[in-house]
């Protein structure tokens, strides 16, 4: 099995910044990507910026050159640092993990956190 923890969320004004973090563990050999998405009320999550052990990172246009992903698949933590902070960057932002590979297990499997709140306001 398999566990993703979040941590950093919370409440920020307009212009200001978070980090949020994410920690793997588990029965985990490799993992392909990690990444963070985001759920407004009433939206559909959405892809918000990942990370590969091969390739860069890759960002949505909401948040391109205001946030930076960074970590190490190889130990299993990625970290979000959000910049200038908009309203609308307000949502439950969730760590994953795509095509992780266990010991003991054939197929790799897909992995999500239980989700921090962030909410920007004045």
């Known amino acids: 099995q398999v566990q993703l923890v979040e941590s950093g969320g919370g409440l920020v004004q307009p212009g200001g910044s978070l980090t949020l973090s994410c920690i793997a563990s588990?029965?985990?050999?490799?993992?392909?990507?990690m990444g963070w998405y985001r759920q407004a009320p009433g939206k559909q999550r959405e892809l918000v910026a990942q990370?590969?052990?091969?390739?860069?990172?890759r960002y949505s246009d909401p948040v391109k050159g205001r946030f930076i992903i960074f970590g190490d698949t190889a130990k299993n933590t990625m970290n979000l640092q959000m910049n200038n902070l908009k309203p609308e960057d307000t949502a439950v932002y969730y760590c994953?993990?795509?095509?992780?590979?266990?010991?003991?297990?054939?197929?790799?499997?897909?992995?999500w956190g239980q989700g921090t709140q962030v909410t920007v306001s004045s």
């Open positions: 994953y993990a795509e095509k992780v590979f266990s010991i003991g297990v054939g197929a790799p499997n897909d992995y």
């Open positions: 588990g029965n985990i050999f490799h993992i392909s990507t």
């Open positions: 990370i590969t052990g091969t390739d860069g990172p």
